[in-house]
Nanobody, 126 residues
Framework: LAKLVESGGDSVQAGGSVRLSCVVSGWERRTYCLGWVRQTQGKQREVVARIYTGDGATYYAGSAKGRFTILQGNDKNTVYLQMNNLKSEDTSMYYC???????????????????WGQGTHVNVSS
């Protein structure tokens, strides 16, 4: 049974940076689709970034482009979300989510993923 564990959530000032980590364990598959999904109170869940570990192909939501980077660690079991130039509207709970197969075409939706971590919170103060 796959398990995702996030870490790295923090409280920072606007303009600052945070790096989130997601450790994937218990999965025999070497390639999978992994995304970072944020849930802000009163708003719909948003997939901010996604990576397919097979070929490194990435997707970024418009709100994340140019500021966030999703990347796979050298150990192949960790996926990071580097968030720079943070804004107050980035304040949210961030979840690591995975799909045990290739990424679906097009813009990802939260329901694309079948395995979720417990979440880590990022607070950005202006």
């Amino acid at each position: 049974l796959a398990k995702l564990v996030e870490s790295g959530g923090d409280s920072v000032q606007a303009g600052g940076s945070v790096r989130l980590s997601c450790v994937v364990s218990g999965w025999e598959r070497r390639t999978y689709c992994l995304g970072w999904v944020r849930q802000t109170q009163g708003k719909q869940r948003e997939v901010v970034a996604r990576i397919y570990t097979g070929d490194g192909a990435t997707y970024y939501a418009g709100s994340a482009k140019g500021r966030f980077t999703i990347l796979q660690g050298n150990d192949k079991n960790t996926v990071y979300l580097q968030m720079n130039n943070l804004k107050s509207e980035d304040t949210s709970m961030y979840y690591c989510a995975a799909r045990s197969r290739w990424c679906l075409p097009g813009a990802p939706l939260p329901d694309d993923f079948d395995t979720w971590g417990q979440g880590t919170h990022v607070n950005v103060s202006s």
